[in-house]
């Protein structure tokens, strides 16, 4: 117990803490913008993987990071407008529009990669290319500080300062305004000359953009290369932290590190030589209770609202 309270309050778990997080807030972030529109994006998941595989053949096949990046944010837009196509247009239901997308993406990537690489499980016989990690100038001086915050990739300083930009488009932008009326009151903001859809598509496009960046995180960032059905659940996962964070950018965020504190905790148990087992299930675990402590306080607050 006494090791792994020890870990836990070491640098390199905060560092490691901070660096987890990252492919969990990119998606939770665009969950919230789609979730102000009034749409519970639920193809997160399919979208990051989708990126995470576009993101590493496109720096390949093109030769560059920025070109790998530009084709994996291509990437998620277009799976993101046939999810929004699909179910804005055609009204399908969400959750079918989203379960599709994800099980497409998982056998679309399967069968891509061996088609370029000749393997089905990771993309480390070709050439990829990887974001670059950060050295922030006089914060790397500083014992301590400067190992947690200094020398992260430039995607997880990217996801920080996305939550501020997320929060001034939701809460000081006319588009989202438009964006967060079309989410409480579609009637309304429809009687005002807001179309409700074309509000809709744009919140599930920037969705699909900050998810892409998470799945590219994976492929060009976390790791070096794309490996088989490598986010995990992290989809659903920033589904439950923007549940749980009120559909706010700051409260995503809060909800995010929350559920990366378990993610790390795992790493760490697996160093201890706990069952594996065990340890592949905590984040999800915690995700769970997460959500049920989320919804006893949620109607616990609506039963004292009723009673007032």
């Not at 496009?205 to 659940?233: E, K, P």
């Not at 989809?235 to 993610?263: E, K, N």
């Amino acid at each position: 117990m006494s090791s792994l309270l020890s870990y836990i309050l070491s640098a390199d778990f905060l560092y490691m803490w901070i660096r987890v997080a990252t492919p969990i807030l990119f998606p939770a972030l665009g969950a919230v913008i789609c979730e102000r529109a009034g749409v519970v994006n639920l193809g997160l998941e399919g979208i990051m993987l989708i990126s995470a595989l576009f993101g590493v053949l496109g720096s390949y096949f093109f030769d560059g990071l920025i070109p790998g990046m530009l084709v994996g944010i291509l990437a998620s837009v277009v799976i993101s407008c046939i999810f929004a196509y699909f179910h804005l247009v055609l009204h399908a239901d969400n959750v079918l529009c989203g379960t599709a997308i994800n099980t497409l993406a998982s056998g679309l990537t399967v069968f891509l990669l061996e088609l370029v690489t000749g393997e089905k499980g990771t993309s480390a016989s070709v050439k990829s290319y990887s974001f670059p990690t950060v050295n922030l100038p006089y914060i790397q001086d500083i014992p301590v500080v400067g190992h947690i915050l200094s020398g992260h990739n430039l995607l997880t300083y990217l996801a920080i300062i996305a939550v501020f930009l997320v929060w001034f488009f939701v809460y000081k932008t006319p588009v989202g305004l438009r964006i967060r009326a079309v989410g409480e009151n579609p009637n309304a903001a429809s009687s005002v000359g807001i179309s409700v859809i074309k509000m809709r598509f744009l919140a599930i496009i920037l969705c699909g953009v900050l998810a892409g960046f998470g799945g590219m995180y994976l492929s060009m960032g976390y790791l070096s290369m794309f490996t088989r059905d490598m986010t995990a659940g992290r989809g659903f996962i920033a589904l439950a932290a923007c549940a749980m964070g009120h559909a706010t950018p700051v409260g995503a965020f809060l909800s995010a590190l929350v559920f990366a504190f378990f993610d790390g905790l795992s790493n760490i148990l697996q160093v201890l030589r706990m069952p594996a087992e065990f340890v592949q299930m905590l984040p999800y675990v915690a995700t769970i209770l997460g959500l049920t402590l989320f919804s006893i306080q949620q109607g616990m607050q609506k039963k004292h609202k009723n009673q007032s």
